[in-house]
């Protein structure tokens, strides 16, 4: 199955970070890395959701035709068209049911590791879900996912071995983005793991330079 880094490396990725980049105002490399962060971060957050009360919900939003996966056939009139507001407000609504209420802490917890303000760095998780929302609709429509079991299963697989992004995801809302639970994560995104490779080693396609 393509994963996730595939679809994400090279034009798709550079499209993404441009456009972020423009509706933000922050450079490109900075962009680049909120992105590195942000990316895996919400799919471990998706990978809580499917399993609770938050699992139907996830599942029937990914079965609309609103995350149909046609919008990743018009990536770069998304972005340079500007971003509209219906879409952040979709986003804004995704991302209060993944992270529980709790983006501002997240987006604190990316912005003291990046750099970027935690508005900037809410902006570009607005527009970042509903891509990587329409990604995955497409792969539940592509391999006729209909449970929360499946959608799991799914979601395993674009995380590999770092499956346990979830539950470090979960602890630093918990603690209201404690540095060292962001340390932790850092640490895996950096792929500073002795014997797997890290989610930062992964984004090396997402950021096409693997």
Request: glycine letters at 18%; hydrophobic letters at 40%; proline letters at 1%.
């Amino acid at each position: 199955m393509a994963g996730i880094l595939d679809f994400l490396g090279g034009d798709n990725l550079q499209k993404i970070v441009d456009g972020v980049s423009k509706q933000t105002g922050v450079s490109t490399s900075q962009a680049s890395s909120v992105i590195e962060m942000a990316g895996p971060l919400l799919m471990g957050a998706m990978q809580n959701n499917t399993s609770g009360e938050g699992a139907t919900g996830l599942l029937s939003a990914l079965q609309s035709n609103k995350h149909d996966g046609s919008l990743l056939d018009n990536l770069g009139s998304f972005f340079n068209d500007g971003v509209n507001s219906d879409v952040t407000k979709d986003g804004a609504g995704i991302l209060g049911h993944l992270l529980g209420g709790k983006e501002s802490t997240m987006a604190n917890a990316i912005s003291a590791k990046t750099g970027v303000s935690s508005s900037n760095v809410v902006q570009i998780l607005q527009s970042l879900v509903p891509v990587l929302m329409s990604f995955l609709g497409k792969k539940v429509s592509d391999n006729n996912v209909s449970s929360a079991s499946g959608l799991g299963d799914l979601l395993s697989g674009f995380l590999g071995n770092n499956n346990n992004l979830g539950g470090m995801l979960k602890s630093l809302l918990d603690s209201n983005g404690d540095g060292s639970v962001m340390d932790d994560l850092a640490g895996m995104l950096g792929g500073k793991s002795d014997n797997k490779r890290g989610i930062g080693d992964l984004l090396g396609g997402f950021l096409g330079g693997k």
